[in-house]
């Protein structure tokens, strides 16, 4: 037996009025800081016009995603302390951004580049490179878009719970009109879609946050008392296992040098106006970490909710834990916005996901095939690009379960934490053989693969957390770390020799293009 919720159709109404708004902001980009969208420039990067604080709200809605909302709560709900790596991972994967996206972001508006890929080909004068590079951020994208509409999922059937309905074909049905409506202001409006309806997102979600951190502890009594009710159902919410203190580390490490290789997050910091308005808006991007850290505390907040641990054991889903947690402590106008701000923030990064794909998709693989392609031509394909990406992950969340999704976003992560060394250590350095880097590219991505498999088996079939190797190394190590040694040792080693029998690198971009804004002539 399901207990009665807060929410009811003041609920959903107060969710299809806000809805209604996001749609609205999202057609209205296309007349925002006007700009040909005929252009890939101005439809994929939002013609570079982006300031301070749009930056800001871009890359928190880029960042901070339905999925954060429902997977982090959930897993610490699940399997305590380890799960809060997140907090860490993203103060240090700001640290990173800080150290490479102002330099990409210079060589980028110097030389016209609009994704890591095209910088990569010309850094090491290699096209194999590029499109590898490419390829790479187009695989890793897609489970983490469908990783979102998992979170979308989860609002949608908490809402249909409270409102009584049991239908899964209805749940789908909404998800689907929700991707209509977002596939059709992507089309239209490009990034700066993404921008406006970004901010009304993060408005939405820092009103959830704060309010929800404040009042759901003012009513069950306190942190104490939800601490104390976790340790007494669960008791691993005290200290981590020796073994796992080095998954702890290692997945947070790991997981900060792969943030800012993802094809999103790199779109976003390409749009911004110029160099200082990015240093700044990633500066201020720890703000967020505070949100994520209030947003982990969640999954223990919801043990001294009897009704929400009710739900969640009668379910058997803990993506519900930070849905049911709301649902049974808020009023039902609040929920609306909450239940808005979790839906909506999947959708944002979708978008931005898509995008960023269809901009390697075009510039990378298609003009590659076709170099003489028209400009008007690439922002049409980008579009057509971004649409049918985004029906992909969503046919694929249709298809295959959650568990999968879930497991292919992690060797994702693995995957594009791989190209590190091509885009990472190239802002910094020329001196890296192309062809060590792509053999170093191979054997990341093989090791990530086989120690996959290793761990699990077949690692699709299981639902365990699958970042260690086990029993060889005695600790839990985050494999991308593993793959990624691998990786940087055989391109040093492959450099090396290649030193030694005469090569000497060559390159199209000019260190200073790189450390200084060259003015345009």
Known sequence: ??????????????????????????????????????????????????????????LGADLFTAYTFIAVPAGIFAAGSLYFFAVPYVAWGFGVALLTMPRLWTVSRNKGYITAADFVKERFNSKTL???????????????????????????????????????????????????????????????????????????????????????????????????????????FDTLPAGEISAYFSLALGSSFALYLYPHAINGSLSSQDREKLKYSTSMLPIYGIGLAFISLFGILVYAVPHALSLLKVTGNGALAVPALISY?????????????????????????AIAVANLFTRNIVKELKPNLPSYSEARIAKWTSTIFKFLALGFVFIVPATYAIQLQLLGGMLVTQTLPAVFLGLYTRKLEPKSLLVGWIAGIATSVGLAYYR???????????????????????????SLAVNLAVTLLGTAIAYAMGWRPKSNIKEEEIATVMQRK
């Not at 999202?26 to 101005?42: I, W």
């Not at 808020?330 to 979790?342: C, E, K, V, Y």
Request: charged share 10%.
């Open 1 to 58: 037996m399901i207990p009665h919720s807060n929410i009811d159709y003041v609920t959903l109404g107060i969710f299809l009025l806000l809805f209604g708004f996001f749609a609205f902001l999202g057609f209205y980009g296309s007349r925002f800081r006007s700009g040909d969208l005929k252009s890939l420039m101005e439809w994929g990067l939002g013609g570079r016009k982006l300031g301070t604080f749009l930056i800001w709200f871009l």
């Open 130 to 236: 590029g499109i590898v590079v490419a390829a790479t951020g187009i695989a890793a994208e897609l489970p983490y878009i469908a990783l979102q509409i998992v979170g979308m999922e989860a609002v949608i059937e908490m809402m249909f719970l409270g409102l009584g309905i049991a239908s899964k074909f209805t749940e789908e049905i909404s998800l689907l009109l929700a991707f209509l409506v977002l596939a059709a202001f992507t089309f239209v409006s490009g990034l700066r879609g993404a921008v406006l309806t970004g901010v009304f997102k993060d408005v939405l979600v820092w009103i959830t946050v704060i309010t929800v951190i404040i009042a759901v502890p003012l009513e069950v009594g306190g942190f104490s008392k939800a601490f104390t009710a976790a340790q007494t159902l669960k008791p691993i």
């Open 329 to 353: 402590t808020m009023p039902n106008w609040f929920i609306g916005i909450a239940m808005t701000a979790i839906f909506v923030g999947g959708l944002v990064p979708a978008s931005i996901m």
């Open 456 to 482: 699990n088996f077949i690692f699709l079939h299981l639902t365990s957390f699958t970042t260690s190797l086990y029993p060889i190394l005695g600790q839990l190590i985050y494999m991308a770390i593993i």
